[in-house]
Structure formats: structure tokens, C-alpha cells
């Protein structure tokens, strides 16, 4: 065991409980480990250049480094169908989106040409289809409900008592405060992405993420049951919004639209039937049955033609005007009451884009920068919020179809924003009889994917009950709290998983295991031996304030040896043994005073020049060790002189742990048994703390 800890490196542990492989070095440090010893590498000057400014350009314009070598002959004609294919999944949708955010149908349009379009220069991922989004959309509508609701546009009707909503108004207001929202999303990722702060979507694990989106598609359900039913509802918003709008609609069912429920449940059946027959035939279809769009022209053509509106009272979408609107600035008032609800939309709508944008790119070979897609996602909303589009991000359906119908390049966002821009400035104005209920029917078939992830309730009960626990706190909570607090409090909730996992790691005893440089957990490997005299502690997570003091009594019970109890018998018989020599002290002082006394009257008797001394007690009192051991104190040894302290995982330590750790060396040399540190994180990890007992040295007369 004349190894120098100091250099322990030990290696990446394949098992997530068991022990870390030690190997120790022969030779000298390799540059890498330079700074652990206090030299520092000179960072090169950057100096601006052409070439910098090239790779800058590059950087946030990516699409002058692909469009040059774009393949033409291979990716133009894939290109063109899937971007045709996208565009027209885009014009139902966008109608539909823009009625779940509460907003005018035409800015859904808006919303499907302008980000997808700007997109094309900044984005740098080839498959992803952003635009309009029901988790964004509804989490819009909340805020549009909240801050401009419909009692504030009440009028009367020809001086009477009867009041009517000024639907105009209304939607000039809402048109007003979500583009302001839209803009401030905007500057929020673009912020993000250039601060490189892009990491921040890893707060959002995968089971918080399917668990919000899974309980914001109840929202969405909850939200179009008004127009499936044809009755009119209360605006309602905050915490428990969601069940009193359910409440409401039950007390309304009676006053059903008969007309409407059904022209919404065969829109319905017709498109879900249709859906699972492209799934079903996807490989042997060119592309998948444009089936929402059928629905839409169909509908409309009989709205039309029947009156369905005057007849039946089956609400429509109503005016759609054609044409593009000049920019309109924000209103600066909103900032203050909005700022929460952009920041929540940013992180969601990014976490969203960039987990899909990162599966195709892991299936094609390329490199998604995830930085830059933050950047491309603020700047399509910040400059499309002048335009009153309002907040987008990617949509799973739409980017599967660009996919599977040969979409190669960002080229496919391109075509389908100009299919929707022929639709707004020609087509557009014909959808005004278009009935509502075809559109929530739209919406609430898309949900399906969603309603899917209540299928994680039985994988993550068998895999991990932490990430179900995270799953099912928000989903309840974003029930509960509406979209804006329920994120909020999930967020937090996951976190604090993460503190409770780190509080109480998992503790084990390494053993060697014979002719390999690894070792294991000695309880979970059989093969693994403890090295005689040694034990090696180790702990799966790094050691910091919350959990210093587990560290501590996980260490003395794994020992084996009850340490307090020890060094508390210690202390009683050190203190006994100092009784016993001040004891020994009083009578060798007594005795001092006596013998002159003595040794007179033993002169008188045996005659001059010879004295008798007892020297027996003093004889015996200097034989005593300077310091008493465990052995001489008659006290138990400890079956192993050293202990190795694993510090593979950690990553850093604060002043708690410093204490902690100060107290373990202390209480185990109170036991005559050595403490090493191996895999020593290095002074940046130490963060100034360089303790004396930190020091690996040698462990020396211990073969």
C-alpha cells in the first residue's frame, strides 16, 4: 500500500450504484492536470479580424453556410412536397391555434407565415416545423382572458338592457396585448441565447415537460368544449379556473346547440378516422391526407350553402381580411403585467423546440446549437410580434409530416409560409363561414399524441418513482394553478427532488477486485475484496452543506466501528488515567517531604555515607508512554488503520463540508487511523479551501 493517493484517478463507474475503478500512476502528470498544481494555461488574444467576423456571421446567420452547398438535385423536389405538405397542415391550424389563444382567426395566419419564414435564416435545425402551438396557444389565451376579458367591452343594444360584447374591441385589445406578450418573448430568448444561457431548458426535465404538456392539453380540451356544445361561457382565470369552467359547462349542458355538437362529433370522427389510416399506410402514401383541410373546405362550402349560421345558430369564424398589416409597436404598459407570463412561454416554447429539433438531428447526423435555435426562436418572435402574431414554437405533428414527406432543409419552412401568404392575401376572406366547432374538432383530434403521455404513469411507476412523483406533481399542479403557476411550482418541486436525492446518496465500502485496477461495492459485488487494514468510502453524490453531516455518520457506520462510542470510552479513561498520576503526584510529593527525614535517621543507624532511596514507584511511574494508545488503555482496536475517502464525485465543497471533513480527520486520529482524500477535484473545485490535512501523503509503515 505505498501508493501516493494524492494521484488517484479514478474512473467512470458504468453502474450507478456500485464502486469507482482506481488506477494509479507511474509516471508524470499529463498537461491536463497542470492546473492542478497551480499553473495556468495563456488564453490566446482574440484579436477582430475578417475571419472573425466571418465565423460571427456564420454563426447567427446559418444559412449562409448551408444555402451555397445546398444539394439541388437531391433535397429541392423532397423540399417542395413536404414544405406543401407542412403549409397546408399550417392553414387549419393556424385558424384554430389563433381561436385557443382567444385572438382573431387571421393572426393564426399571421403567426404560420411570419416566424416560419424568418426562421429559415436563423434556425439550424432542418426538420423542425415551428409555428402555432396549442401548449403556447393556450397559455396565451390565459393571459388574454385574464387582463382583457370580455365584461370589459359590454355595450348595449340600442339603448336597452340588453348588453352584447363589442367583439371588435375586444379583439383590437387582445390583438394589442398579445403582440406586446409576443415581443417580450422575443427579447426574453434572445437574451437567453446570447448570454449562452441556452442550458437553462435542462431545468425542465423530460417527465416535468410531458407532465405539463399532458395537463395543458386538458386545458386546451376543457377550453374548446364551449364551441363543441355551442353554449356561451364566463371568462374565468387564475388558480381553479379549470374546474369552474367545467362546472359551468355541465350547468349549461342543457342549453346545448344541437346543430353545432353534432357538426363538431362527425368533423371528429372524420378526421380521427383518417389520421390513423395515414399512420397506417404512411409508407405506401406520397403524403399523408391533407384530411383537416378536406374538413375545412367541405364545412365551410356547407356553411355557406346551407346558412348554417342564421338557420341552425352554428357560430362562425365571421370576417377574415385579406392582405398584410403594416407593423404595429408594443404598448408598454402591458410589460409590468405580462413579464412573468413571456418568461414562462420562452422557456416552454424553447424546451419544447429544441428536445424535437434535437431527436431529428440525432436520426439525420447533423448538429443542432441549441444556443443559436434560442436565438432563431426570440427573433422569429420578436420581430413577428410587430406584425400581431402572436407566440410560437414547434409542433410534433407538422414537423413528423415534413419529415416523412422528404422535407431535407429549412427550404420546407420557406414553401409553407408562402402557401399560407397566397392564403391570406387571396384565399383567407372565403373561410368567414367557416363553423367554430370545425376548428375545436381540429384541436381536440391533435390532442391525441398528448392524452398518449398518461401512458407514463405505468413506465415511470416501473423505472423511477423520484421522475413519476415529478410527473404527477405537475400535472396536478398545473391543473390546479393554471399554466403560469403551475410551472412555476413544478419547476421548484423538481428541483427540490434533486436536493433530496444529493441529501441521501448512496454510501458503500469499496473492495479490489483481483487482477483489475477497479473497484466495487463490496455488498453489490462479490468478486470485490476489501484491501486488508483499508477501507475505501464512497458516496454517489457530491458533498456540500445539506448533506456534510450524513456524509460524516454514513462514514463511521460503514467503518464498522462505532466511533463516538469509542472516543468517548477514550476520553473516560484518559480522564481516569490523569486522576491516577495526579494521585501519584500528591503521594511521590508526600514522599518527598518525608525522605530527607527518613534517609537522617537511617544515617544515625547504619553510620555516615550510606543512604537507602526507594526508587520502585518512580521506576515504575517513568516507564509510562508519553501518549497513551487504544492498546495500553485497554481499550478495542479498530480492525483497519486506514481510511480512503472516494472523491470522484465531487465537483465542489463550501465551508460546511471543509468543517465536516476537518471533524472526521480529527475523530478518526482520535482512533490512531489515517484519512487520505483520493480523486481530489483540484483547487478550482476546492474554491480556495486548501486545508494542510487535504495533502496526500504516503501511507507509510503500512504494507
Not at 407532465?211 to 364551449?226: D, E, N, W
Not at 418541486?493 to 473492495?511: D, E, R
Amino acid at each position: 500500500m505505498r501508493h501516493l493517493l494524492g494521484h488517484v484517478s479514478l474512473g467512470a463507474d458504468p453502474h450507478p450504484r456500485g464502486g469507482q475503478g482506481l488506477s494509479l500512476p507511474h509516471s508524470a502528470l499529463p498537461r491536463t492536470q497542470l492546473p492542478c498544481m497551480g499553473w495556468r494555461p495563456v488564453s490566446p488574444v482574440h484579436k477582430c479580424s475578417a475571419s472573425t467576423a466571418k465565423s460571427l456571421l456564420f454563426r447567427f446567420l446559418p444559412f449562409l453556410r448551408w444555402l451555397p452547398r445546398y444539394p439541388i438535385k437531391d433535397w429541392l423536389l423532397g423540399d417542395i412536397i413536404s414544405g406543401f405538405s407542412v403549409g397546408i397542415m399550417h392553414l387549419p391550424q393556424g385558424l384554430a391555434y389563433a381561436l385557443l389563444a382567444g385572438l382573431p382567426p387571421v393572426t393564426g395566419l399571421y403567426s404560420s407565415f411570419y416566424p416560419v419564414f424568418l426562421y429559415f435564416f436563423f434556425g439550424t435545425s432542418r426538420h423542425n416545423s415551428v409555428g402555432p402551438f396549442a401548449v403556447i396557444s393556450v397559455m396565451i389565451g390565459s393571459v388574454t382572458d385574464s387582463l382583457v376579458p370580455s365584461e370589459d367591452f359590454l355595450e348595449s343594444v340600442n339603448s336597452t338592457n340588453v348588453t352584447m360584447v363589442n367583439e371588435a374591441r375586444r379583439d383590437a385589445a387582445r390583438v394589442e396585448l398579445v403582440a406586446t406578450l409576443t415581443i417580450l418573448v422575443g427579447v426574453f430568448q434572445v437574451a437567453l441565447g446570447l448570454l449562452q444561457f441556452g442550458f437553462v431548458v435542462t431545468y425542465l426535465s423530460d417527465p416535468l415537460v410531458r407532465g405539463y404538456t399532458t395537463a395543458a392539453s386538458v386545458h386546451v380540451l376543457i377550453s374548446q368544449l364551449k364551441y363543441v356544445f355551442g353554449i356561451s361561457l364566463g371568462e374565468h382565470s387564475g388558480p381553479l379556473s379549470l374546474f369552474t369552467t367545467f362546472i359551468e359547462i355541465c350547468q349549461k349542458l342543457p342549453k346545448t346547440n344541437v346543430g353545432t355538437l353534432v357538426t363538431a362529433i362527425i368533423a371528429m370522427v372524420a378526421i380521427f378516422i383518417v389520421k390513423e389510416l395515414n399512420h397506417k399506410f404512411s409508407a405506401k402514401l406520397p403524403m399523408p391526407i391533407p384530411i383537416e383541410l378536406i374538413t375545412i373546405i367541405v364545412s365551410t362550402g356547407i356553411s355557406y350553402g346551407v346558412n348554417l349560421n342564421s338557420k341552425f345558430g352554428i357560430s362562425v369564424v365571421g370576417h377574415i381580411p385579406s392582405g398584410l398589416k403594416p407593423p404595429m409597436a408594443p404598448n408598454i404598459k402591458y410589460f409590468g403585467q405580462v413579464v412573468g407570463n413571456a418568461f414562462a412561454i420562452a422557456v416552454v416554447g424553447y424546451a419544447i423546440c429544441i428536445s424535437l429539433g434535437k431527436i431529428f438531428a440525432l436520426k439525420h447526423g447533423y448538429k443542432v446549437d441549441s444556443n443559436q435555435e434560442l436565438i432563431a426562436l426570440g427573433l422569429s418572435n420578436f420581430l413577428g410580434g410587430f406584425f400581431q402574431c402572436f407566440a410560437i414554437s414547434c409542433s410534433m405533428s407538422r414537423s413528423l409530416v415534413q419529415e416523412s414527406t422528404g422535407g431535407n432543409s429549412q427550404v420546407a419552412g420557406v414553401i409553407a409560409s408562402l402557401v399560407i401568404l397566397v392564403t391570406i392575401l387571396k384565399i383567407g376572406e372565403l373561410f368567414r363561414d367557416l363553423p367554430k366547432a370545425i376548428l375545436a374538432a381540429i384541436i381536440i383530434v391533435n390532442l391525441k399524441g398528448m392524452f398518449k403521455q398518461f401512458a407514463d404513469f405505468r413506465t415511470l411507476w416501473k423505472s423511477n418513482r423520484v421522475d413519476l412523483m415529478v410527473w404527477i406533481v405537475t400535472f396536478v399542479a398545473t391543473l390546479l394553478l393554471n399554466l403560469d403557476l403551475g410551472l412555476g411550482v413544478s419547476v421548484a418541486f423538481a428541483l427540490l427532488t434533486v436536493v433530496f436525492q444529493t441529501q441521501l446518496p448512496h454510501y458503500s465500502i469499496l473492495g479490489h477486485i483481483s487482477d483489475t485496477d477497479i473497484y466495487r461495492d463490496v455488498v453489490e459485488y462479490k468478486q470485490a475484496q476489501e484491501v486488508p487494514g483499508v477501507k475505501i468510502f464512497h458516496s454517489s453524490s457530491t458533498i456540500y452543506f445539506a448533506n456534510a453531516e450524513l456524509y460524516s455518520e454514513a462514514l463511521k457506520k460503514k467503518s464498522g466501528t462505532n466511533v463516538d462510542r469509542l472516543i468517548e470510552k477514550k476520553k473516560k479513561a484518559l480522564k481516569k488515567l490523569k486522576k491516577r498520576q495526579k494521585q501519584a503526584e500528591k503521594e511521590k510529593a508526600k514522599r518527598q517531604k518525608v525522605l530527607p527525614r527518613a534517609a537522617t535517621i537511617r544515617n544515625e543507624c547504619n553510620g555516615p555515607g550510606i543512604a537507602v532511596i526507594d526508587l520502585g514507584q518512580e521506576a515504575a511511574e517513568g516507564s509510562m508512554p508519553a501518549e497513551p494508545t487504544l492498546r495500553s488503555l485497554g481499550l478495542p482496536v479498530p480492525d483497519f488503520h486506514t481510511v480512503i475517502l472516494d472523491f470522484s464525485p465531487v465537483n465542489f465543497v463550501d465551508t460546511v463540508s471543509i468543517k465536516i471533513l476537518k471533524n472526521i480527520f480529527r475523530d478518526f486520529r482520535e482512533i490512531e487511523v489515517d484519512v487520505f482524500i483520493a480523486g481530489c477535484p483540484g483547487e478550482e473545485a476546492l474554491q480556495g479551501h486548501q486545508p494542510s490535512w487535504g495533502k496526500a501523503t504516503p501511507l507509510e509503515g503500512h504494507d
